[in-house]
């Protein structure tokens, strides 16, 4: 029963994100902690390092939704390989920084950074302007040096891949939408392999975890989530196409926010 309860729960979060994701054009991962996090405290699990189990399943999802998304962006000719080689190391070093951290943190801890920054990527869903600009041109230089392992460092804390972070900053600084995320697709990448495989080496230790569950690494959220999404991200681009995105992207930021709020709650203690 334990893991039939689990892999009911994964299937119906997996066909939900890949909606959310094809509606939206969002990563599943903004998504995918909040409702890991519930679902295995509601089957029992608990104790010190759930976050980190949470963190660590969704970015294993993100290795292979990303690679599929940055490649079909690549057949289009939409990936800006030059931005990705420029910014690909400081994202890698910045990911395997923020796995040592992850690592370290007690689960109340990474609750409280998800919320934070969750609610600030709701807040800009919600009243960003696709006409602000930072700049005419990516940071070079000293900036890129400074931004781009932040970037890998806040995404692997939150479980996230590329898009959340990756696409506001690329459009403020003047790259086109379609561009932005299909470029994000592939930081997605360089921040989820090398996460990955931090966070299968480290938690064996851990107790109290769900079944098959390798390192951080949970392997019925892995595999389940990754075949509901292929499966359903075609539909929700189907809606997408049929509906008015706009107020679809108002709803989904709030529920963003709300989420990352009730998440930073929790993680107070409240």
């Known amino acids: 029963m334990e893991y039939i309860w689990l892999l009911a729960l994964m299937l119906g979060i997996g066909g939900l994100a890949g909606v959310i994701a094809g509606m939206l054009g969002v990563g599943g991962g903004i ?7 519930y679902a295995f405290e509601a089957l029992g699990y608990g104790g010190p390092k759930l ?17 599929r998304s940055v490649l ?9 390989w030059a931005i990705l080689r420029g910014w690909g190391p400081g994202i890698v070093v910045g990911a395997l920084v923020g796995v040592v951290a992850a690592a370290g943190l007690k689960s109340n801890t990474l609750m409280l950074v998800f919320g934070v920054l969750g609610l600030i990527v709701g807040l800009y869903m919600a009243f960003g302007r696709s006409h602000w ?7 070079g230089g000293l900036g890129r040096t400074l931004a781009s392992p932040v970037l890998g460092f806040l995404s692997v804390l939150m479980g996230i891949g590329g898009g959340s972070f990756g696409v506001p900053m690329m459009t403020l ?13 592939g930081f997605g990448v360089l921040i989820a392999v090398p996460s990955m495989i931090g ?3 480290t938690g064996w230790d851990v107790a109290d975890k ?18 509901m999404t292929l499966v359903t991200t075609p539909i929700g681009v189907r809606l997408a196409h049929a ?3 706009k107020p679809l992207k108002l709803v989904f930021a709030i529920f963003i926010a709300v989420m990352a709020a009730n998440m930073l709650r929790k993680g107070l203690g409240f």
Do not use: W
Not at 32 to 37: G, I, S
Not at 133 to 139: A, I, S, V
């Open 31 to 37: 998504v995918l902690v909040p409702a890991f996090f």
């Open 210 to 227: 769900p079944p098959l569950t390798i390192g951080y690494v949970n392997l019925i959220a892995f595999g389940v989530i990754v075949s």
């Open 173 to 185: 600084y003047g790259r086109p939408i379609h561009r932005a995320v299909a470029t994000a697709a």
């Open 199 to 201: 966070f299968m080496l």
């Open 72 to 80: 079909g962006h690549h057949k289009k000719g939409a990936v800006d």
């Open 51 to 67: 976050m980190q189990i949470c963190v660590a399943s969704s970015l294993a999802t993100i290795v292979v939704t990303s690679l």
């Open 243 to 245: 509906m008015n995105p």
């Open 133 to 139: 600009r930072l700049g005419n041109e990516m940071p």
